[in-house]
């Protein structure tokens, strides 16, 4: 039995050296269970018979191969925990490497999404940028692209503006007659921004001009006033500053007072009345007028 013995033991260092198997002690007694690779023997179970327990020299024998196999599967054991822990560090690392990673992959996302966003917001609004009225309001911009047409790029130059070129109508109409499409901005003492956009040309012909597309704002209120019919979008006169409808500048030849008359200008434009508060029928004070000329 023992020679047997023997020449599994030594089978089984030589098999544990090249971790082709693992070995299970049970601490209560001499019973070994040997687990094998796949495909091989499943277990070896060996005890001791009660005769050859008195044999000191076997046992010694038995027990050096034993303690043998202890310390073999204790060095596979930390061989093991020092490779685990080798490996555990460079996964660390990686992982540390991909955190890094993922965090420069989402800020060139940031980067991409804000260049996108501000690509965005260009398309989305009117270039107002020297606008004393205006001043820089993003929001006011896109209001105003949106309500003259939400779908194409919108260019504008400045043509006249009260504080620069003084308050005269026919100043008014030497920079900005015939000049096609036009915005008129507004701000009055107390604080309104309104305006008129028309895609018809200001002249001083003594006549009015028709059409559907012209229309009244208020920034404040973010209010759009639509024409409600066809006739009398806009009032081209030597002695009227912009004039549609009821609103404008009429017979002050100055750019200094607009008027709004009455609910007057509900016939005309949706709710038009509502774009500067109700004052008896007298003139509102002005502190800037601009127009632009719109390119479309």
Not at 13 to 34: A, C, P
Not at 63 to 81: T, V, Y
Not at 205 to 229: A, H, I, M, P, R
Not at 230 to 257: E, H, L, T
């Amino acid at each position: 039995m023992f020679d047997d013995l023997k020449e599994i033991c030594n089978e089984i260092s030589e098999r544990i050296n090249k971790k082709e198997m693992k070995l299970v002690e049970n601490k209560n007694s001499l019973n070994f269970y040997i687990l094998l690779p796949i495909t091989k023997i499943k277990e070896i179970n060996f005890e001791l018979k009660e005769e050859e327990m008195n044999d000191k020299d076997k046992i010694n024998n038995l027990n050096k191969l034993i303690m043998k196999l202890k310390d073999e599967i204790n060095e596979i054991k930390n061989n093991h925990s020092k490779e685990i822990s080798e490996n555990k560090k460079e996964i660390n690392e990686l992982k540390n490497i991909i955190n890094t990673q993922n965090k420069e992959i989402n800020e060139i996302k940031e980067e991409f999404k804000n260049i996108i966003n501000y690509i965005e917001t260009q398309h989305s609004i009117l270039q107002l940028k020297n606008s004393l009225i205006i001043n820089n309001n993003i929001e006011y911009n896109k209001l105003i692209k949106s309500w003259i047409n939400p779908k194409i790029e919108i260019g504008c130059e400045l043509l006249y503006r009260l504080s620069r070129d003084g308050d005269k109508i026919s100043k008014f109409h030497e920079l900005s007659d015939n000049k096609g499409p036009t915005l008129t901005l507004i701000e009055t003492t107390d604080g309104n921004k309104c305006g008129i956009y028309t895609p018809l040309s200001w002249d001083n012909s003594s006549g009015w001009k028709d059409d559907y597309e012209t229309f009244l704002f208020n920034l404040n209120k973010n209010e759009k006033y639509k024409k409600k019919t066809k006739d009398y979008s806009i009032c081209c006169s030597k002695d009227y500053g912009p004039w549609i409808a009821n609103f404008g500048f009429k017979n002050v030849y100055q750019m200094r007072k607009i008027l709004q008359e009455g609910n007057g200008i509900n016939r005309y434009y949706e709710n038009g009345v509502k774009c500067l508060p109700s004052n008896n029928g007298e003139y509102f004070e002005v502190k800037e007028v601009e127009v632009y000329k719109i390119k479309l």
